[in-house]
Nanobody, 115 residues
Framework: QVQLVESGGGLVQPGGSLTLSCAVS????????VGWYRQAPGSQRELVAS???????NYADSVKGRFTISRDNGKNMAYLQMNSLKPEDTAVYYC?????????WGQGTQVTVSS
């Protein structure tokens, strides 16, 4: 059974930083692409950043230069380093892994950016 567990969310002031972690179990993590998504209240879930099995990386325009996605296949972990956080980054952040028809999600972690 594939499981994804996010951690690292919390309350941070504008301009602050957080690092989200995603622990993946129950599968061969290295072959999957990883995506970090977020969903704010009243909004659709959006892709924030992604990294393929060959480490090709993409970012949403809204987070370029501020967020960094990474993965450690040896530890079955994915990360999202978030710097210069803004109030509009407030959302529930979800980790996703996918490969062809296989698509798995974590339960989400809340990130709140507020003074």
């Amino acid at each position: 059974q594939v499981q994804l567990v996010e951690s690292g969310g919390g309350l941070v002031q504008p301009g602050g930083s957080l690092t989200l972690s995603c622990a993946v179990s129950g599968t061969i993590f290295g072959v999957f692409s990883v995506g970090w998504y977020r969903q704010a209240p009243g909004s659709q879930r959006e892709l924030v950043a992604s990294i393929t099995s060959t480490s090709v990386i993409n970012y949403a325009d809204s987070v370029k230069g501020r967020f960094t996605i990474s993965r450690d296949n040896g530890k079955n972990m994915a990360y999202l380093q978030m710097n210069s956080l803004k109030p509009e980054d407030t959302a529930v952040y979800y980790c996703n892994v996918h490969l062809y028809q296989y698509d798995y999600w974590g339960q989400g972690t809340q990130v709140t950016v507020s003074s």
